[in-house]
Protein backbone atom coordinates (compact mmCIF):
# COMPACT_ATOMS: atom_id res chain seq x y z
CA UNK A 1 0.00 0.00 0.00
CA UNK A 2 1.25 3.59 -1.18
CA UNK A 3 2.08 5.80 2.25
CA UNK A 4 0.71 9.03 1.89
CA UNK A 5 3.75 10.91 0.82
CA UNK A 6 4.21 8.47 -2.11
CA UNK A 7 0.94 9.26 -3.17
CA UNK A 8 1.36 12.95 -2.81
CA UNK A 9 4.28 13.38 -4.91
CA UNK A 10 2.53 10.92 -7.84
CA UNK A 11 -0.30 13.59 -7.64
CA UNK A 12 2.32 16.31 -8.07
CA UNK A 13 3.86 14.36 -10.67
CA UNK A 14 0.49 13.54 -12.80
CA UNK A 15 -0.71 17.42 -12.01
CA UNK A 16 3.10 18.55 -14.26
CA UNK A 17 2.88 16.10 -16.57
CA UNK A 18 -1.05 16.69 -17.48
CA UNK A 19 0.09 20.41 -18.69
CA UNK A 20 2.15 21.69 -21.75
CA UNK A 21 1.96 25.15 -20.15
CA UNK A 22 5.23 25.30 -18.13
CA UNK A 23 3.14 26.34 -14.71
CA UNK A 24 4.57 27.59 -11.45
CA UNK A 25 4.30 25.64 -8.28
CA UNK A 26 1.43 27.50 -7.43
CA UNK A 27 -0.33 26.28 -10.37
CA UNK A 28 0.30 23.00 -9.65
CA UNK A 29 -1.06 23.20 -5.89
CA UNK A 30 -3.97 24.52 -7.28
CA UNK A 31 -4.22 21.53 -9.70
CA UNK A 32 -3.73 19.21 -6.71
CA UNK A 33 -5.71 20.86 -4.35
CA UNK A 34 -8.48 19.83 -6.52
CA UNK A 35 -8.07 16.03 -5.75
CA UNK A 36 -6.54 16.37 -2.60
CA UNK A 37 -8.19 19.57 -0.17
CA UNK A 38 -6.12 18.55 2.66
CA UNK A 39 -2.47 18.75 0.75
CA UNK A 40 -0.67 22.20 1.90
CA UNK A 41 1.31 24.82 -0.11
CA UNK A 42 4.68 23.51 1.51
CA UNK A 43 4.13 19.79 0.56
CA UNK A 44 3.72 20.73 -3.05
CA UNK A 45 6.77 22.57 -3.22
CA UNK A 46 8.73 20.08 -1.65
CA UNK A 47 7.41 17.72 -3.85
CA UNK A 48 8.08 19.27 -6.81
CA UNK A 49 11.49 20.02 -6.03
CA UNK A 50 12.11 16.74 -5.65
CA UNK A 51 10.73 15.32 -8.66
CA UNK A 52 13.24 17.77 -10.31
CA UNK A 53 16.11 16.72 -8.64
CA UNK A 54 15.25 12.96 -9.43
CA UNK A 55 14.79 14.08 -12.83
CA UNK A 56 11.17 13.50 -13.57
CA UNK A 57 10.60 16.86 -14.20
CA UNK A 58 12.39 19.96 -15.23
CA UNK A 59 12.90 22.78 -13.18
CA UNK A 60 12.35 26.18 -15.77
CA UNK A 61 13.98 29.55 -14.75
CA UNK A 62 12.10 32.60 -16.40
CA UNK A 63 12.41 36.06 -15.31
CA UNK A 64 8.68 36.04 -13.32
CA UNK A 65 8.08 32.58 -10.97
CA UNK A 66 9.42 29.36 -11.39
CA UNK A 67 8.05 26.89 -13.68
CA UNK A 68 7.75 23.44 -13.65
CA UNK A 69 8.13 20.97 -17.50
CA UNK A 70 6.75 17.49 -18.03
CA UNK A 71 9.65 17.54 -20.76
CA UNK A 72 12.86 16.07 -19.51
CA UNK A 73 14.76 16.45 -22.60
CA UNK A 74 17.41 19.36 -23.34
CA UNK A 75 15.05 22.33 -24.67
CA UNK A 76 15.23 25.81 -24.89
CA UNK A 77 12.31 28.20 -24.14
CA UNK A 78 10.33 31.11 -25.16
CA UNK A 79 9.40 33.51 -22.40
CA UNK A 80 6.93 36.12 -23.06
CA UNK A 81 7.33 39.07 -21.56
CA UNK A 82 3.63 40.66 -21.73
CA UNK A 83 1.62 37.66 -20.60
CA UNK A 84 3.82 35.60 -18.93
CA UNK A 85 3.74 32.83 -21.03
CA UNK A 86 6.49 29.92 -21.68
CA UNK A 87 6.49 27.67 -24.66
CA UNK A 88 9.27 25.46 -25.81
CA UNK A 89 11.28 26.61 -28.66
CA UNK A 90 11.53 24.81 -32.22
CA UNK A 91 15.28 24.93 -32.04
CA UNK A 92 17.08 21.67 -31.17
CA UNK A 93 19.79 21.67 -28.54
CA UNK A 94 23.02 22.95 -29.53
CA UNK A 95 25.58 20.16 -27.89
CA UNK A 96 28.43 21.47 -29.81
CA UNK A 97 28.10 24.61 -27.78
CA UNK A 98 29.03 23.12 -24.72
CA UNK A 99 31.86 21.21 -26.11
CA UNK A 100 33.24 23.99 -27.34
CA UNK A 101 33.27 25.56 -23.83
CA UNK A 102 34.74 22.42 -22.55
CA UNK A 103 37.40 22.33 -24.99
CA UNK A 104 38.00 26.32 -24.12
CA UNK A 105 37.89 26.22 -20.65
CA UNK A 106 38.20 22.50 -19.22
CA UNK A 107 35.13 23.24 -17.66
CA UNK A 108 33.13 19.87 -17.45
CA UNK A 109 29.61 21.26 -19.30
CA UNK A 110 26.29 19.43 -18.04
CA UNK A 111 24.02 21.38 -19.78
CA UNK A 112 23.61 25.07 -21.04
CA UNK A 113 19.94 27.07 -20.47
CA UNK A 114 18.57 29.55 -23.13
CA UNK A 115 15.40 31.67 -22.90
CA UNK A 116 14.33 34.01 -25.69
CA UNK A 117 12.65 37.04 -24.19
CA UNK A 118 9.89 38.77 -26.01
CA UNK A 119 6.40 39.57 -26.99
CA UNK A 120 3.83 36.38 -27.96
CA UNK A 121 1.77 36.98 -31.33
CA UNK A 122 -1.38 37.44 -29.00
CA UNK A 123 0.76 39.95 -27.08
CA UNK A 124 2.00 42.04 -29.85
CA UNK A 125 -1.58 41.81 -31.75
CA UNK A 126 -3.31 43.91 -28.85
CA UNK A 127 -0.10 46.59 -29.29
CA UNK A 128 -0.86 47.00 -32.79
CA UNK A 129 -4.60 48.06 -32.68
CA UNK A 130 -4.79 51.14 -33.91
CA UNK A 131 -5.25 54.61 -32.24
CA UNK A 132 -3.47 52.89 -28.81
CA UNK A 133 -2.25 54.92 -26.88
CA UNK A 134 1.23 54.19 -27.52
CA UNK A 135 0.80 55.71 -31.23
CA UNK A 136 -1.06 58.45 -30.55
CA UNK A 137 1.89 60.27 -27.94
CA UNK A 138 4.57 59.04 -30.18
CA UNK A 139 2.80 60.96 -33.27
CA UNK A 140 2.49 63.94 -31.00
CA UNK A 141 6.18 64.52 -30.17
CA UNK A 142 7.01 64.29 -33.93
CA UNK A 143 4.78 67.60 -34.65
CA UNK A 144 6.11 69.31 -32.17
ZN1 LIG B 1 2.15 37.16 -24.40
ZN1 LIG C 1 9.66 23.11 -22.07
Redesign the pocket.
Known sequence: MPTRDTRQRRLVLEAVRSRTDHPSADDIYLAVRERDERISRGTVYRNLNVLAEAGEITHVKVPSADRYDLRRDKHYHLF??????VTDAPLAYRQLLDRQVESDTGFAVERHRMIFEG??P??QAKQKRPGAPENEIFEEKETE
Open positions: CVGCGALCAC
